[in-house]
Nanobody, 119 residues
Framework: VQVVESGGGLAQAGGSLRLPCTAS????????MGWYRQAPGNQRDLVAS???????NYGDSAKGRFIISRDHGKNTVHLQMNSLKPEDTAVYLC??????????????WGQGTHVTVSS
């Protein structure tokens, strides 16, 4: 499985960025794709995730500011980040959680994309 992120970069506080992510290869039909973030010295935290049926879930940092969406029938998700704050500065990583018919669950990660928000 290959997970490819893009869209990171520099933004000003109050601005917006959009992060796309695509998973390709042997991706299970039942899966969850998500965005996590990790700042230096911090743990990796959930930003938002969405199931293959389009059901979203948000971490506390994202509620009310970020929106995750998924292209219908595809393994491509988009994280729309609005009202950015300097504390949103981190490496953002996309993953796909594959849930196979035999009950096995596998997780694949992308390399990450840097987001820097200036005040």
């Amino acid at each position: 499985v290959q997970v490819v992120e893009s869209g990171g970069g520099l933004a000003q506080a109050g601005g917006s960025l959009r992060l796309p992510c695509t998973a390709s290869g042997s991706v299970s039909r039942t899966n969850i794709m998500g965005w996590y973030r990790q700042a230096p010295g911090n743990q990796r935290d959930l930003v938002a995730s969405v199931t293959n049926n389009g059901n979203p879930n948000y971490g506390d940092s994202a509620k009310g500011r970020f929106i995750i969406s998924r292209d219908h029938g595809k393994n491509t998700v988009h994280l729309q980040m609005n009202s950015l704050k300097p504390e949103d500065t981190a490496v953002y990583l996309c993953n796909v959680v594959n849930r196979w018919r035999n009950g096995i669950q596998t997780v694949d990660w992308g390399q990450g994309t840097h987001v820097t928000v200036s005040s």
